[in-house]
């Protein structure tokens, strides 16, 4: 069973950073789809960053508004999966969950709509960033 939780949510004013982690538990990490999405009050859940692996190497893929600025990053040690974002923008408040499958999977289109793909999810983690 695959279970994942996230951790190191917090406020940050506009310009500053935090790096989010996702402890993935079920899931062999040379294959694997896992991705960062984040939801804003009132707003759709969206695809933030994602990475899948086939044992071979990684893909990653990241939302046109976090470019340059997130990076997808996992330690197979460790199980675990980080999102380090810079330069926060208010923009970027929501709550952030990752979720996963223990499949690579082809291509992006799973990252920006993980309905039918991704069906194991963290609890979310919250990320404030004050202006």
């Known amino acids: 069973e695959v279970q994942l939780l996230e951790s190191g949510g917090g406020l940050v004013q506009a310009g500053g950073s935090l790096r989010l982690s996702c402890a993935v538990f079920?899931?062999?990490?040379?294959?694997?789809?896992i991705g960062w999405f984040r939801q804003a009050p009132g707003q759709e859940r969206e695809g933030v960053s994602c990475?899948?692996?086939?044992?071979?190497?990684?893909?990653?893929y990241y939302a046109e508004s976090v470019q340059g600025r997130f990076t997808i990053s996992s330690d197979n040690a460790k199980n675990t999966i980080y999102l380090q974002m810079n330069n926060l923008k208010p923009e970027d408040t929501g709550v952030y969950y990752c979720g996963g499958t223990g499949l690579w999977l082809y291509g992006s289109t799973w990252c920006w709509r993980p309905d039918g793909f991704i069906k194991r999810w963290g609890q979310g983690t919250l990320v404030t960033v004050s202006s």
């Open positions: 079920g899931v062999s990490f040379d294959d694997y789809a």
């Open positions: 990475i899948t692996s086939d044992g071979t190497g990684d893909s990653t």
